[in-house]
């Protein structure tokens, strides 16, 4: 078998993953002041009009761009021009200041964040009052509890899989394996904070699939290193696990493309509303995938080590 | 494994998964009913309805769709009220959007999409087409709470009487111990049924919900979820592709109940009490200070239901109404049929609930000849009807009012028992009140009321162009992973591909039966049981090479590498298994719909790649006389391959 040396650069790889993650979030917090907000997580106004035929999405688009209110702008339905706007509880100051901006004679007073867009969407596209099919003041739909509910799951999964693991193989690669997809979930959630990705339900169906795909990646390598490791006490885990990963190469090469066939022909595909799901799982399986040969495999070692000096 | 016989079963899984996904692309009839109003409309008015409808359908489905409407252009006659559209893929989104956008025109609850013939066989009529959640087609979202306190008090009702003879008993000197010792215990057991546990709560939410899903049903709507949210009491209910319909929402929160309860004996001492006050005032020329005129007023502005019960227990305590007596109005139309609905006097009946709305059911309204009316008939229960003849001879000359809601409709005076079982209310009804009447009394009273604790119109989260454009990625996604597993995998990559397939279809048709709603969470839960369902073969198909390399015969070589492979393939799908089932347990939406497929997924592909491609593999190398084996790439050329 072809030998490569996978953990001869575990520190280097360790301590990269590391910064990367610290990075991420110090990016995250001090320039940006946390995650990104979106309808979905936090809440914000939801309209939906009906737009003159010669008004096209890039037309509005253009316009949330250039007044700087965040948006998302969703095609309900084609024959009509139907658009569906979310937007973000962050920009109502600057709703409220071009409100504040349509002359008195177009507009009457509210007090309502909505109504005020409301307003502000009729004077500047010229819309009937009919046209605006319905507008609301919603509150998130996967936000607050789910942040909560969110890591109980991933701290009882992690739970499960370390018992199961530990049962079935041994308490090292059970551990190893936790401690790499923990590294995959914070890797990922440090890509969508340091690109200021909006949270929404797609993010968090990638999350998890990138989650499931991430535990197989790690229980195949695993079991491979278990399978070689099978009374060759002697012998240097390190070996093992570098004959083991050389072996399953073969397989998490073809089992990585494949999926980023499907989600890279999401991304080339231009389903614009899925393209931050599919960008996000692409970046999933390349971080499962390298978790599962450069995280997973030297915890295990470094683990390994510690205790053989312990009872040295 | 080596057997023929073996393929049955995965035929046969075929089969009935095709048979059970066949709704779902068969030709479908669907029943678009016209109102029955629009028949008394002006010609013209009916012309701009019709043309309408038929301008926007040529728009959206002329050209094609390969649907068809029956008749063409034209309102159908009017014993057959309804245009017959048949096509494929006729989902609940393009039914409702026909109906919204025609709302002059079509009866929106009444379209009715007619089951396939499987649907009929397996399901009774029950649909078995995949549904989709609001997150891909949006709708409406209504979350319903629910009032335990009215509960209580209408439960305080029912018993009213018996705890009163319960008390006599115990106050009563001459009453025997033990006698005292039984209506204390009863007492006692009584009064913990008012008290509401969290369990019995959810006992009441679920009767609801069961009602609830009941109304849903009968009024045909398009694939309804109804839910009951324990944290808040509530029931929630999505409606997917309704985006906004009133009609709806007070048919689900119709809290009506249908019951009998005795009048004050005559001679009617405390409703001649009220009436004369009330004509007193009349004659004094003050008709607004009148009680009655004043509670017409509430009604007519829409009080509320709150504000109706405030003003009758006024009413009470003004004329000293004892406890064993509640004051209601009795309604009924003025002069011409044509009028409102409105309370017209008062009338004083017994607090106690004398035969209610479970003791009926079976109800019918039907037109009335001799007196021009509408009239609901219904059965009784057996015990009811036991209730009703014991009623009916012990009351002679009493009146017995019919009590809807919180409306008396009429008080006849019994004349002679009644016994058989079958009984009708006949009331100064229209049409559609006699219908709703007989629905509040065949589909059963919600047990508790409900109140709108939230309504939420939902947009799709994703739009129809990422829909259509998503589906297509995702469709040439999976042709391009099936050429590459051919490529790389030759005969096996083949195997693999045809397997994914099989498991693809086990798995819709298991979500389907299991009455599955579809969201984009779901969809990334099948994407990632395809994924692991290839890697799944990937890792077979790369332990059987080894074996190959390693020299072993081919058969040998495909045992053991299937040998191999099996417990990295367990482990690997028994872990995310675990996952998947904490998350159904303790996530919320989207997780759930997520973990719910991914769990499924898991157990169709245990099934696909450990017996299915075995199968496949089995035979074709045993009993096909395949003896050349190359899971190489095809540019890779011939290096193993060994000989049998």
Redesign the interface.
């Known amino acids: 078998m072809r030998n490569i040396n996978f953990t001869k650069y575990k520190y280097f790889t360790l301590s990269f993953s590391f910064l990367a993650i610290v990075f991420g979030f110090v990016v995250t917090f001090s320039k940006y002041g946390g995650f990104a907000h979106s309808l979905?997580f936090n809440g914000g106004l939801?309209t939906?009009v009906e737009l003159p035929k010669d008004k096209t999405r890039t037309d509005i688009e253009t316009y949330f761009q250039s007044k700087q209110i965040e948006a998302v702008v969703?095609?309900?339905?084609?024959?009509k021009n139907i658009y569906?706007l979310?937007i973000g509880l962050g920009s109502l100051p600057t709703i409220e200041a071009l409100y504040k901006e349509i002359p008195e004679d177009k507009r009457e007073s509210s007090t309502s964040a909505i109504d005020r867009f409301v307003q502000l969407l009729r004077f500047e596209f010229n819309l009937p009052k009919e046209k605006v099919?319905?507008a609301?003041q919603?509150g998130a739909?996967?936000g607050g509890?789910?942040t909560e509910?969110?890591i109980?799951?991933l701290l009882?999964?992690l739970a499960?899989?370390l018992l199961?693991?530990s049962i079935?193989s041994q308490f090292k690669f059970a551990l190893a394996s936790a401690i790499a997809l923990v590294h995959d979930i914070l890797m990922t959630l440090a890509l969508i904070g340091f690109l200021q990705i909006k949270p929404?339900?797609?993010i968090?169906?990638?999350l998890?699939?990138l989650?499931?795909?991430s535990?197989?990646d790690k229980?195949?390598v695993f079991?491979?290193i278990r399978e070689n490791a099978h009374g060759k006490d002697n012998l240097a885990l390190s070996n093992i696990i570098n004959v083991s990963i050389a072996?399953?190469l073969?397989?998490t090469i073809?089992?990585s493309?494949?999926?980023m066939?499907?989600?890279?022909?999401?991304i080339?595909?231009?389903?614009?509303?899925?393209y931050d799901?599919a960008f996000v799982l692409l970046f999933g399986v390349i971080v499962g995938t390298y978790s599962s040969i450069y995280i997973a495999a030297p915890i295990s070692e470094i683990y390994d080590q510690l205790r053989k000096k312990k009872f040295a | 494994m080596q057997s023929y016989r073996l393929l049955l079963l995965p035929f046969f899984i075929l089969v009935v998964s095709f048979t059970i996904l066949y709704p779902n692309f068969a030709d479908r009839t669907l029943k678009v009913v016209v109102r029955e109003d629009v028949y008394s409309l002006p010609e013209a008015e009916q012309k701009t309805l019709v043309s309408g409808l038929f301008d926007r359908w040529e728009k959206d489905y002329g050209k094609s769709s390969g649907w068809t409407i029956e008749p063409k252009g034209t309102l159908p006659p009017k014993e057959n009220p309804f245009y017959t559209v048949k096509g494929r893929f006729i989902t609940s989104a393009k039914i409702n959007q026909i109906s919204q956008e025609n709302q002059g025109l079509v009866n929106e609850s009444k379209n009715k999409l007619e089951p396939t013939w499987i649907e009929n066989m397996i399901r009774g009529g029950k649909s078995l087409s995949i549904k989709l959640g609001l997150d891909l087609q949006g709708g409406m979202r209504v979350v319903l709470k629910g009032d335990f306190e009215d509960y209580t008090s209408k439960l305080r009702d029912l018993y009213a009487k018996e705890i009163a003879e319960l008390n006599l008993t115990l106050n009563n000197q001459a009453a025997k111990p033990e006698e005292k010792e039984k209506a204390k215990n009863r007492l006692s057991e009584i009064e913990s049924s008012f008290d509401l546990s969290p369990m019995r709560k959810i006992v009441e939410l679920e009767k609801a919900k069961m009602i609830i899903d009941n109304r849903l049903t009968t009024q045909n709507l398009t694939e309804p979820q109804v839910r009951i949210q324990k944290e808040q009491d509530a029931i929630e209910v999505s409606l997917p592709g309704v985006s906004n319909s009133a009609a709806i929402l007070e048919i689900l929160q119709n809290t009506e109940t249908v019951e009998y309860r005795l009048e004050e004996p005559n001679p009617f001492t405390f409703k001649s009490q009220i009436a004369e006050n009330e004509r007193r005032m009349m004659d004094l020329g003050q008709r607004e200070k009148t009680d009655i005129y004043l509670f017409q007023e509430l009604v007519k502005n829409k009080a509320g239901k709150k504000a109706q019960d405030e003003f009758l227990a006024e009413l009470e305590r003004k004329y000293n109404i004892p406890k064993d007596y509640k004051v209601y109005a009795m309604w009924a139309r003025g002069n011409s049929a044509k009028s409102t609905l409105l309370p017209r006097s008062f009338v004083v009946l017994e607090r106690k609930i004398a035969l209610s709305g479970n003791d009926m059911t079976n109800a019918q309204p039907s037109y009335n000849s001799n007196s021009y009316g509408w009239m609901v008939s219904f059965t009784l229960t057996p015990n009811g009807a036991e209730k009703f003849f014991d009623l009916t001879s012990e009351n002679r000359g009493r009146n017995l009012a019919i009590v809807w809601g919180d409306k008396v409709i009429s008080n006849p005076v019994i004349n002679d028992p009644i016994a058989g079982g079958r009984a009708e209310i006949s009331g100064s009804f229209s049409e559609q009140e006699a219908i709703r009447l007989a629905n509040v009394i065949s589909e059963g009273a919600l047990p508790i009321p409900l109140s709108v604790l939230e309504m939420r119109f939902i947009g799709p989260t994703l739009g129809i162009e990422s829909i259509e454009v998503g589906v297509k990625a995702v469709a040439i996604g999976f042709f391009l992973v099936m050429v590459y597993m051919i490529f790389y995998y030759r005969l096996g990559g083949f195997i693999a591909d045809l397997s994914l397939l099989v498991n693809i279809i086990i798995l819709a048709a298991l979500l389907t039966l299991m009455d599955f709603t579809l969201t984009l969470p779901g969809i990334a839960g099948i994407i990632l049981t395809a994924g692991m369902a290839v890697d799944a073969n990937v890792i077979i198909y790369e332990r059987i090479r080894e074996e190959i390399e390693e020299g072993r015969a081919l058969s040998i070589a495909v045992t053991r590498g299937f040998e191999n492979a099996f417990w990295t393939i367990m482990d690997a799908n028994v872990t995310t298994l675990i996952a998947g089932i904490l998350m159904i347990r303790l996530g919320n939406g989207p997780i759930k719909g997520f973990a719910i497929t991914l769990c499924w997924g898991i157990v169709t592909t245990l099934f696909t790649s450990l017996f299915l491609s075995r199968l496949f593999m089995e035979l074709s190398v045993n009993r096909m006389g395949i003896h050349h084996l190359n899971l190489r790439p095809f540019f890779f050329g011939k290096k193993e391959g060994n000989h049998a």
Request: glycine residues 8%; hydrophobic residues 50%.
């Open positions: 979905d939801r939906v969703i095609l309900l339905e084609k024959e569906q979310d099919l319905s609301d919603v739909v996967v509890e789910l509910v969110g109980t799951l009882t999964t499960i899989i199961y693991l079935r929404s339900v797609p968090i169906a990638a998890l699939t989650l499931g795909y535990i197989n229980i195949v079991d491979r072996q399953t073969g397989r073809n089992t493309f494949t999926t066939i499907s989600v890279v022909a999401i080339v595909g231009g389903a614009a509303e899925l799901f």
